[in-house]
């Protein structure tokens, strides 16, 4: 299991990094983490002419917080991210996904701005990404322009990224002090990913009306989704067991969701409800 | 494109400099040109952790990675844990409780163990279990390994408590 030749360079810079990825004329890929882009290679699925190599890219690394956001460097490791105080304290639901990611060496290698741009349907991260109005910042051709990630993933493993662009940072909106969240995963027993994950973040009013929710399903669809239907039948609710059990009922409708060899696409959506119900009651009941 | 690249990197403390393919990986470099053959190759998808070696201490898969990534790293093998002379407390604890049957997926997840060690020294056996999520053994069945990884717990925290009395010691006689 070797990959085929290809050529390997170092960016030292963001600008290194898309300088030599327009020198490669669309032979180039980006090497992070390597944690997806190996296998691939090592099973010669992706034949690439040239790496180019961002792990050494001290601008691309880091997690600060800046107006209410988390923001994340796209190089900073999943280990990284989970042994990150100001992680920790902003966005427990975050750091709880990332965590659950692969294994620990796995989450020594792999990066945030990698996970999202393979754009793996399966991948943990971007449930989280929905359900926290990540916004994706990319450099490229265009200059910098920022992507909000439900406009972020197409299909599998296909992205707006465009060509000759590089993600540099993932934004996460912090939620508010009185929210509750959740990330719940099923996992696949060999592989580890999710065969469905759903994260869920919401507050209530004084009232006890539901003023904010947000649920973001990566695994199931083809697509990662955000569970508008569940999302907009919940707003302004007061939530009762009768109530999340009957909207969950919902949580398919916006996802893109097939059979494979693994499971049909009935036990997909049947996944999907039962773990959008799960989720809801312990952000409501527990 | 793919001519060999000078890299060099430390490997259990020695420096190596060497001209590889960019596409060699971290695992063969290891095992075929520094005959570092304890680190193994245990299966194709990255999933074993037979591999496992350390880069700047950090537990990685060596079949994932490429060794020109590794240029200017410090890389730990199994061979650096330790030695007949000096066996690391996990090694010992393999030994005392008999963590192995075949013995194939044993370095890895030695290397595995000692990382989480590290990391936490006091490990609850969920957490043992949860740390060996990327080092699979398809023998033992786990129950030995776990018992090994307690083993070495408790050697690591007895050799602390030593340490500290001999400072503690040395601290009272220059006074
Ligand atoms: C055994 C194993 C188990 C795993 N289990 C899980 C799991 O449970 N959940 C999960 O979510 N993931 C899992 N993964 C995948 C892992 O999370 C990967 O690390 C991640 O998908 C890709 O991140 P990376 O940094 O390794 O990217 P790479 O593999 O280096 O790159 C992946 C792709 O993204 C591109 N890319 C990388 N960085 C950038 C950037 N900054 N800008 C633009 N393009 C970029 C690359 O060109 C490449 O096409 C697993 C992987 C392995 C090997
Ligand atoms: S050889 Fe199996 S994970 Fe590396
Ligand atoms: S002892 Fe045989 S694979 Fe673990």
Known sequence: MIPSEFAYKRANSVAEALQLLKDSGGEGKLLAGGHSLLPLMKFRLTNPQSLIDISKIEELKGVKLEGGRLV??????????????????????????????GDQQVRNRGT??????????????????????????????????????????????????????????????VPSPNSRSVYLKYEHPASGYAVIGVCAVASMDDSGKVEHIRIGINGVSDVPYRARAVEEALMGAEPTEALVKEVSENAADDGEIGSDLFASEKYRRHLAKVYTERALKEIFFS | ???????????????????????????????????????????????????????????????????????????????????????????????????????????????AMAALLKENPDPSESEIREGMKGAICRCTGYQFIVKAVQHAARSLAEENEKEKLVQSAGEGGAK
């Not at chain 1, 042994?83 to 639901?93: G, L, M, S, Y």
């Not at chain 1, 972020?152 to 909106?173: D, H, K």
């Not at chain 2, 990986?25 to 005959?35: A, F, G, N, P, S």
């Open chain 2, 1 to 111: 494109m793919g001519s060999k690249m000078e890299i060099s990197m430390k490997v259990n403390g020695i420096e190596k400099k060497s001209y590889t393919e960019p596409r060699m990986l971290l695992v063969h470099y290891l095992r075929d040109e520094l005959d570092l053959t304890g680190t193994h190759i245990g299966c194709d998808t990255s999933q074993c952790g037979a591999c496992t070696v350390y880069i700047d201490g950090k537990s990685v898969k060596s079949c994932t990675t490429l060794a020109v990534q590794a240029d200017g790293t410090e890389v730990t093998t199994v061979e650096g844990l330790g030695d007949m002379e000096k066996l690391h407390a996990i090694q010992r604890g393999f030994w005392e409780e008999h963590g192995l049957q075949c013995g194939y997926c044993t370095p890895g997840v030695m290397m």
């Open chain 1, 72 to 101: 994340v460097g796209a190089m900073t490791t999943y280990d990284e991210l989970v042994k990150d105080e100001t992680a920790q304290q902003q966005i427990p639901v975050l750091v709880k996904a990332v965590r659950i990611i």
């Open chain 1, 112 to 173: 945030i701005g990698g996970n999202l741009a393979h754009g793996d349907p399966a991948a943990d991260l971007p449930g989280a990404a929905l359900a926290l109005d990540a916004e994706i910042e990319v450099h490229g051709d265009l200059g910098k322009e920022t992507i909000a990630a439900e406009d972020f993933f197409i299909a599998p493993l296909v992205t707006m990224l465009g060509e000759n662009s590089i993600v540099t940072s993932v934004s996460f909106a």
